[in-house]
């Protein structure tokens, strides 16, 4: 459960019109040739690029999403230079889980009407393809981005990058499998988001675990468990002369317990109830040192039983590379500080 470590990872797809192949028959060369500038390009500034073969008919998008999607790309970049008609792009990309940006790829940074002829236009009209796929993806409930402007000017970049960024907290999100640990903070409604829109389009279900079952995990840590991770909590922090041994033992119980959890479903993410957790006398604890033991590490969590915002943690903590959980309690208006 490390943080993510590898490099933002971008696809690029690359379409052209079929009917082109008739126009111009070095288009496709042309096309690779334009899109391993860009790639490069884009490598310079540290992204991790896949370029997708050339797609002209539904079939090859829809093996292009899939290759994508088995290589664990954040973003699809679906870079329009010549027209393609979105009925051909459109049916794939609305089905991928993976997060869309388009973009009227150029090779012209600068229009000479003098020198515009058909072989500039050739990959130089990408815009109202553009248009096209934007207005039918968006009739699809499909969410996308749309990004403008030439690979070599200098801002290009900078305003790629966050796109990418929320690819990566968006699929890390998708892939979190959270779990709840005692329900949600009763009353507390606001949390309570689970049958969301956004979070029904990312097919994200969690793993529901009573406190009852928590506290069975715990009674079946041994004592050499325990003892291993009390010790290492004395050499990583600065303990109180009144921090019991039974309040350290079982606050590791806790933890392992925790972590044998996450490990048994493959989870990235939890949403501990403390209220729950903690009138539970088998459990008397709210596992807050376990959460952030475990949040140091990449996982996310939030408390309340709040297991959307546990996975936005992990998303935001693989995409920003830290992120963590905190309530704000208290402001103080003359000084200007907040207490976390």
């Known amino acids: 459960m490390a943080l993510q470590t590898d490099k933002l990872r971008i696809g690029v797809l690359l379409p052209v019109a079929d009917l082109y192949h008739r126009l111009w028959s070095d288009i496709d060369d042309g096309l690779q040739r334009l899109a391993h500038g860009v790639a490069e390009r884009l490598r310079s500034a540290g992204l991790d690029v896949l370029c997708s073969l050339v797609v002209s008919v539904p079939e090859q998008v829809t093996a292009a999403c899939a290759d994508f999607d ?25 089905q991928s889980r993976i997060p869309v940006l388009l973009w009227p790829m150029q090779s012209l940074l600068r229009l000479e009407p003098a020198e515009y002829d058909a072989e500039a236009i050739k990959l130089n009209h990408g815009v109202h393809a553009v248009q096209d796929l934007a207005n039918v993806l968006g009739k699809t409930g499909k969410p996308f981005g749309v990004i403008h402007g030439h690979h070599e000017q200098p801002d290009f970049l900078s305003r790629l990058m966050p796109w990418v960024q929320a690819g990566r907290i968006v699929r ?3 892939n979190a499998n959270p779990v709840q640990v005692g329900g949600h903070f009763e009353y507390m409604l606001d949390l309570q988001v689970g049958e969301a829109e956004f979070v029904r389009r990312m097919g994200v279900v969690p793993e529901l675990v009573t406190t009852a079952e928590f506290a069975e995990l715990m009674a079946g840590v041994t004592d050499e468990q325990t003892i291993e991770y009390v010790e290492r909590y004395r050499r ?4 109180g002369s009144d ?14 317990a925790l972590r044998g959890l996450l490990e048994h479903v493959d989870s990235h993410a939890c949403g501990l109830n403390f209220l729950g957790l903690c009138n539970d006398k088998r459990v008397a604890d709210g596992l807050h040192v376990a959460a952030s033991v475990l949040m140091s590490e990449g996982v996310g969590y939030a408390g309340e039983g709040d297991w959307v915002t546990a996975m936005l943690v992990r998303g935001m903590q693989q995409g920003f590379g830290v992120a963590s ?16």
């Open 70 to 94: 088995n290589h664990g790309v954040d973003l699809i970049l679906v870079a329009l230079a010549p027209y393609c008609p979105s009925g051909v792009l459109a049916p794939a990309l609305a």
């Open 172 to 174: 890390s999100m998708q």
């Open 236 to 239: 990583t922090f600065e303990m």
């Open 243 to 256: 921090l019991g041994a039974l309040l350290q033992a079982k606050t590791a119980r806790g933890e392992i």
């Open 325 to 340: 959980f905190s309530e704000v309690f208290s402001i103080g208006y003359e000084d200007n500080r907040l207490l976390l």
